[in-house]
T-cell receptor, first 109, second 113 residues
């Protein structure tokens, strides 16, 4: 079956760097998304990786290793507004998409 | 301008009732979706519509039926509501196929008493 694993919760300090990991087991892997979801709000798109390596977008970067079935989202210069859940989603078998349960990040002053 | 909108935002109802949730997108996207997010925050696709054609129907009870009057609208009708239907329901759209970047609506929190 298809499976995505993420840590349930993480905490970090304002201004710090945090790495949120995602491991997956799917057939026919075809891309990985990261979404941010603030409490009580809708998920919003952060990044997309289909090839191995690092994709940087401002304070956020996303890394993918297809051979290891592994991705991480790196958040730099953390701000209080970064407190949210971060969802990893994997595209597989061309036309399927599965979401992980998300990692709840709390940023403290 | 709201890209993907849903109504109502909150819906409280009794078991056994029938209810509908409406969704509209003004992004000109070809595909629209309904997701269910349960209390454990697990986000699961329910339906997908592309040009009025249902292209994905996950293992969802047939009490749930999507209705798309046109490309910009995808409504969700639920018959004989059950306690387990309580969740947040998100509508989403994407420019092309199912696995393009999803643009989510604000969600509808359904509580079945």
């Amino acid at each position: 079956g298809q499976n995505i694993d993420q840590p349930t919760e993480m905490t970090a300090t304002e201004g710090a760097i945090v790495q949120i990991n995602c491991t997956y087991q799917t057939s026919g892997f075809n891309g990985l998304f990261w979404y941010q979801q603030h409490a009580g709000e809708a998920p919003t798109f952060l990044s997309y990786n289909v090839l191995d390596g690092l994709e940087e977008k401002g304070r956020f970067s996303s890394f993918l290793s297809r051979s290891k079935g592994y991705s991480y989202l790196l958040l730099k210069e953390l701000q209080m507004k970064d407190s949210a859940s971060y969802l990893c989603a994997v595209r597989y078998n061309t036309d399927k998409l599965i979401f992980g349960t998300g990692t709840r990040l709390q940023v403290f002053p | 301008d709201t890209a993907v909108s849903q109504t109502p935002k909150y819906l409280v109802t009794q078991m056994g009732n029938d209810k509908s949730i409406k969704c509209e997108q003004n992004l000109g996207h070809d595909t629209m979706y309904w997701y269910k997010q349960d209390s454990k925050k697990f986000l699961k696709i329910m339906f997908s519509y592309n040009n009025k054609e249902l292209i994905i129907n996950e293992t969802v009870p047939n009490r749930f039926s999507p209705k798309s009057p046109d490309k910009a609208h995808l409504n969700l009708h639920i018959n004989s509501l059950e306690l387990g239907d309580s969740a947040v329901y998100f509508c989403a759209s994407s420019p092309g196929g199912f696995t393009d970047t999803q643009y989510f609506g604000p969600g509808t929190r359904l509580t079945v008493l």
